[in-house]
């Protein structure tokens, strides 16, 4: 059996190991990397000139490249005229620390590897992440009290998110930034390695090619080769966006959605379900966002893929309960709750059949289920991050109550399925804080005197008389004051945007985000000058930590302060994928 590595990470002389020097050689995995013995990935060392291969001095542990891997390294004399590297790909290591060093004949880089092992007796049958993207602090709030409700100061009841016995925080760095965004986010859990804004699967160089940078395994491709499980990934998004292509790609540009489409057809999950069907539609299909006559809705179809495009369709599928599914339910992103069940507007109009997220994951969890080995599912919520992003916190909140009712539905097949490890979190977070509430009554000529705040703000009138967990109306008359902390020049309504999505911002002449003239003339309206660079049309992610809650096999690992890569050390070793 092999010894499993301590949570805690590397102890500061680690660090130490970092080069400094200006012109240095860059060494990938990065330092500090921390990731699974016996995963693959791709060993590269970027020289900053040409140099010879003699002057190339690549030692691990004291060793050659070549001896610990036993393979010779490529070496490429001059890369796209920014200087010499070697690379060797699909390689593998041991558990153990490692130091790397890299020579040029003047500079010298360090970089330090943790390898950890993981049991050889898996832990857990079945995995199931749920990830909100986006999702913070202020949006759990925001379901809690719209969903439940507050008396006398107590909550009336809680998100099935509330009730998992082990918590923790996560940190979301990239490797280029301390800011991140969904790509590098979602790849710290799905390959156990950092990565850079707009990276999936892959550490970012120096090359041009968005799909030759250095690639890391992801849990998909180690379940494919290691495992007899099946996989599913879900999505109200674009199947291909950031969140739920990092479970099978490897591109540094995550807007490589046409060939993201083909990495799913490789990986063949069992389960595929999500918007974006413009990206598996040949280039002459209307709609279609292809440059190519490749159709992969017919190819999923010969391989033996059930398919729907509506949620009528579906549960006409699931009926018989396929081995393998593919849902496509929208050209984009799926419309969120509060326009499907309440508004109709968004592009309800023109898809007005799309399924709940809590539909998909019942479908998934029937067609996974059927496997014995088990399974691995990866469920999105995308839309919280989608309307985040405009600052349109009523539907991100909307489409958190729906994204934990999927908590709830997972909590009861951990019920039934006491061999399932369930982590729920989000990939990054919004700045979204509730600070009291808005009250039409209150005398004032500015809306910002309607604002109730302490003792003022009191309780808001939202109801839910049917019990559906959704208030019967967003736009009551005292209602939540919710802000987002970054923002592009706006007018603030203090009211929600029944007629469709915010769109808080539009380009000018000069190329730069102004304030959207459309809300101007609301009564109350305020204009609100922007925070962040004028090249932004709407609200940026923040930095906050991540909250990350779990149960079942090997969730206790889940605590106090964890990088965000911990979590798929924790579910590699709940499945022993290091074995």
């Known amino acids: 059996m092999m010894k499993i590595t301590a949570i805690a990470p590397l102890c500061l002389g680690m660090a130490l190991f970092s080069a400094t020097a200006q012109g240095a050689p860059a060494i990938y995995p990065v330092d500090t990397a921390r990731f699974l013995g016996g995963a693959k990935f791709d060993f590269k060392v970027e020289f900053d000139r040409e140099i010879s291969a003699s002057e190339a001095d690549v030692r691990i542990n004291g060793k050659s490249a070549a001896d610990v891997f036993g393979a010779k390294p490529e070496f490429i004399k001059n890369e796209e005229g920014k200087g010499s590297a070697v690379i060797l790909r699909n390689v593998t290591l041991k558990p153990g620390k490692y130091t790397v060093s890299a020579k040029d004949g003047r ?184 440059k190519d006559e490749k159709d992969y809705v017919e190819d999923f179809r010969k391989a033996g893929y059930s398919l729907a495009t509506t949620r009528t369709e579906l549960l006409e599928v699931m009926e018989k309960t396929p081995d393998r599914l593919l849902g496509l339910f929208h050209t984009g992103n799926l419309d969120g709750a509060l326009d499907r069940k309440q508004l109709k507007k968004g592009t309800v109009s023109k898809f007005p059949d799309q399924p709940d997220l809590t539909d998909s994951m019942d479908a998934a969890l029937k067609v996974l289920s059927k496997n014995p080995e088990g399974f691995f599912l990866m469920l999105e919520a995308g839309l919280v991050d989608k309307y985040s992003h405009p600052l349109d916190w009523e539907r991100a909140i909307y489409d958190t109550i729906m994204f934990d009712k999927v908590v709830a539905k997972a909590q009861a097949f951990c019920d039934a399925n006491p061999d399932t490890l369930l982590i729920v979190t989000g990939d990054h977070t919004h700045a979204l804080s509730i600070i009291g509430t808005v009250d039409d009554t209150l005398p004032g000529e500015l809306m910002r005197d309607k604002v109730g705040i302490y003792a003022a703000a009191g309780y808001p009138d939202y109801k839910d008389a049917d019990g559906d967990g959704y208030p019967d109306d967003v736009n009551v008359k005292k209602r939540l004051a919710a802000f987002i902390g970054n923002y592009p020049d706006h007018y603030e309504t203090y009211r929600p945007k029944v007629d469709g999505p915010f769109v808080p911002a539009v380009k000018d002449e000069n190329g730069h985000y102004i304030a959207n003239a459309a809300y101007k003339d609301i009564p109350g309206a305020q204009f609100v000058p922007g925070n962040l660079p004028r090249t932004e049309s709407t609200g940026v992610h923040a930095i906050d930590d991540l909250v990350v809650g779990a149960r079942g096999p090997n969730a206790e690992q889940i605590r106090g302060f964890m990088n965000s890569t911990e979590i798929f050390r924790i579910m590699a070793e709940a499945l022993a994928l290091g074995r």
């Open 107 to 290: 500079e010298e880089a360090r970089a330090g590897w943790d390898v950890y092992g993981t049991p050889d007796t898996p832990k857990a049958k079945n995995v199931i992440l749920l990830i909100a993207d986006g999702l913070s602090m202020g949006h759990r709030t925001g379901a809690r009290l719209l969903s439940k409700g507050v008396t006398n100061g107590m909550y009336n009841g809680y998100l099935s998110m509330d009730t998992l016995p082990h918590t923790g925080m996560l940190g979301t760095c990239s490797v280029d930034s301390i800011a991140a965004d969904s790509a590098n986010t979602a790849s710290a859990y799905m390959t156990g390695h950092k990565s850079s804004v707009n990276a999936i699967g892959v550490y970012a160089d120096r090359t041009k090619d968005p799909f030759d940078d250095p690639r890391q395994e992801t849990i998909a491709e180690l379940l494919r080769r290691k495992t007899k499980k099946s996989i599913g990934i879900v999505s109200d998004a674009e199947i291909e966006d950031a969140t739920p292509a990092a479970v099978v790609s490897h591109t540094r540009k995550r807007s490589e959605k046409a060939a993201i489409v083909g990495m799913f057809a490789d990986i063949r999950p069992e389960v595929l379900i999500g918007g974006g069907s413009a990206y598996f539609l040949p280039r002459t299909v209307p709609g279609s966002k292809r």
